[in-house]
C-alpha cells in the first residue's frame, strides 16, 4: 500500500511553548497514522520540538539551511547544526525562499548536495508563478527547477529526495491547483526525473503537492495516482487542521 508523506510547514509562526504545545499534540493525536508525517517549526523551537518528538513516529524538519558547513557566514545554520538537533529531514527551495530572499537554483542545488552529503533528508520545492503559467511556461520553469536543484545528485541519494509541487499562486492564497492539473504536472515532474535517472528512480520518487491544502480538499488531490502526499502551511498551523490532514485516509 502507498504511503503518503504528510509534512507540516510552520513558517514563521510559534513560540517554542506554542511550538513544544502543538508537537505534543501531533504526537497525541498521530498515534496511529499510517503514513509519514514531519513537522518543521522555527529554527528557535527545533531542540525543544526535538524533545517533544523524541520516540514518536513524527520526523522533524528544519525551514532552510545554509550552503556552508561552517565558517563566518552571519545568520546561517549549518547541516552539522541541524544534525546536532536531531533534525533529520529540510525544506529547501521554499518559493518564499525563492522570491523574498532571491535564492537562485544554483543555490538550491549546493544546498541541496550539501545535505545530502551529511545525512539529511530535503524536501526540494519546485512550481510556477501565476504570470508564468499564463505565459504557458510551466514545464519549462517547473522542468528547470527540478534539473538544476537536482544536478550531481546520485541515484543512491535520491532515496533521501523528496520534490514539493507548489504552484506560488496557490501558497496561502486559498487557491489550489485542481486535482488533475496538481496530477499533470506531478506526472511531468516525474518524467523528467526519470530521464535524470531511470523509471525505477522516478516511480519511487514522492512527490508531495503544496499550496492552500486543507482539511476538506486533502482527500481529492491524495486520489492522484502521482500526488504522494503534502506539503502544508497555513493549516499546519493548529492541531485541528493538521491531523485530519494527515489522517485524510
Ligand atoms: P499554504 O503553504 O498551505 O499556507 O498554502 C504551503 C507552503 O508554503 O508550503
Not at 539551511?65 to 565558517?71: R, S, T, Y
Not at 529540510?90 to 551529511?118: C, P
Request: hydrophobic content about 45%; proline content about 3%.
Amino acid at each position: 500500500m502507498k504511503r503518503y508523506y504528510i509534512a507540516g510547514n510552520w513558517k514563521m509562526h510559534k513560540t517554542v511553548a506554542e511550538s513544544v504545545a502543538l508537537a505534543k499534540a501531533l504526537v497525541r493525536d498521530l498515534a496511529d497514522c499510517k503514513d509519514r508525517v514531519m513537522i518543521a517549526p522555527a529554527f528557535t523551537a527545533l531542540a525543544a520540538v526535538a524533545e517533544a518528538v523524541r520516540g514518536s513516529n513524527i520526523v522533524l524538519g528544519a525551514q532552510n539551511m545554509g550552503p556552508d558547513i561552517q565558517g563566518a557566514h552571519t545568520g546561517e545554520v549549518s547541516p552539522l547544526m541541524l544534525r546536532d538537533l536531531g533534525v533529520s529531514s529540510v525544506i529547501l527551495g521554499h518559493s518564499e525562499r525563492r522570491h523574498s530572499y532571491f535564492e537562485t537554483d544554483e543555490l538550491i542545488n549546493r544546498k541541496v548536495l550539501l545535505a545530502l552529503d551529511h545525512g539529511l533528508e530535503l524536501i526540494l520545492c519546485v512550481g510556477e508563478t501565476l504570470a508564468e503559467r499564463e505565459a504557458g511556461r510551466l514545464e519549462d520553469v517547473v522542468g528547470f527547477q527540478v534539473r538544476e536543484g537536482l544536478k550531481g545528485v546520485s541515484a543512491a541519494k535520491m532515496a533521501s529526495v523528496t520534490i514539493a509541487y507548489e504552484p506560488v499562486w496557490a501558497i496561502g492564497t486559498g487557491k489550489t491547483a485542481t486535482p488533475e492539473d496538481a496530477d499533470m504536472v506531478h506526472a511531468y515532474i516525474r518524467s523528467v526525473v526519470s530521464s535524470l535517472f531511470d523509471k525505477a528512480i522516478a516511480e519511487a520518487l514522492v512527490i508531495q503537492y503544496g499550496g492552500s491544502v486543507k482539511p476538506d480538499n486533502a482527500v481529492e488531490l491524495m486520489a492522484k495516482v502521482n500526488i504522494d502526499g503534502a506539503l502544508v502551511g497555513g493549516a499546519s498551523l493548529k492541531a485541528e487542521t493538521f491531523v485530519p490532514i494527515a489522517q485524510f485516509r
